[in-house]
T-cell receptor
């Protein structure tokens, strides 16, 4: 199994600012996944982060808006840049061993 | 592209009832299927994982079944309790670390 922590757990931000979310895993993993869950919706994959290479972004998500770092096999960050109210969501990081494990999420509200 | 659907979208039952949540998927070429629980504003907690070669998995009051050929899975909850109130999500995993999530069933157990 894997235990995942995320920081911050929640934040309220002003339009036009940026927020960096941290994700820490208790074991070394090759891939880490970042998801967004908008209010009342299911999960949407933002990108897959591999250590030592550029993240792979899904359609509709770009690096300028959601830059990702993956400095080692247990840690990743997701930055939400130049935020607007439409970015208000829960952001989740996850890892997939045989099964998928999720962090507790970061609840972001943009005013 | 894989599509995962969960019916019903919402369900309200009195405490003590047994209930069934449904998950259907369009492409039977899956690696596994996982059921999650999500409390409001929180991350996802893994409940049960069924490999593609398995028919069912049990954990306590929970039983999940898988019929790959018909593209269906069910989550059976026995003797429901108010603490079971949450949103339940199913997700299928396909080759290449592709994950597809259902839209979720919001369960309310009334004391």
């Amino acid at each position: 199994s894997a235990v995942i922590s995320q920081k911050p757990s929640r934040d309220i931000c002003q339009r036009g600012t940026s927020l960096t979310i941290q994700c820490q895993v208790d074991s070394q993993v090759t891939m880490m996944f970042w998801y967004r869950q908008q209010p009342g919706q299911s999960l949407t994959l933002i990108a897959t982060a591999n250590q030592g290479s550029e993240a792979t972004y899904e359609s509709g998500f770009v690096i300028d808006k959601f830059p990702i770092s993956r400095p080692n096999l247990t840690f990743s960050t997701l930055t939400v840049s130049n935020m607007s109210p439409e970015d208000s969501s829960i952001y989740l990081c996850s890892v997939a061993l045989n099964e998928q494990f999720f962090g507790p999420g970061t609840r972001l509200t943009v005013l | 592209k894989q599509e995962v659907t969960q019916i019903p979208a919402a369900l309200s039952v009195p405490e003590g009832e047994n209930l069934v949540l449904n998950c259907s998927f369009t492409d039977s070429a899956i690696y596994n299927l996982q059921w999650f629980r999500q409390d409001p504003g929180k991350g996802l907690t893994s409940l049960l994982l069924i490999q593609s070669s398995q028919r069912e998995q049990t954990s306590g009051r929970l039983n999940a079944s898988l019929d790959k050929s018909s593209g269906r899975s069910t989550l059976y909850i026995a003797a429901s309790q108010p603490g079971d109130s949450a949103t339940y999500l199913c997700a299928v995993r396909q080759a290449g670390n592709q994950f597809y999530f259902g839209t979720g069933t919001s369960l309310t157990v009334i004391p």
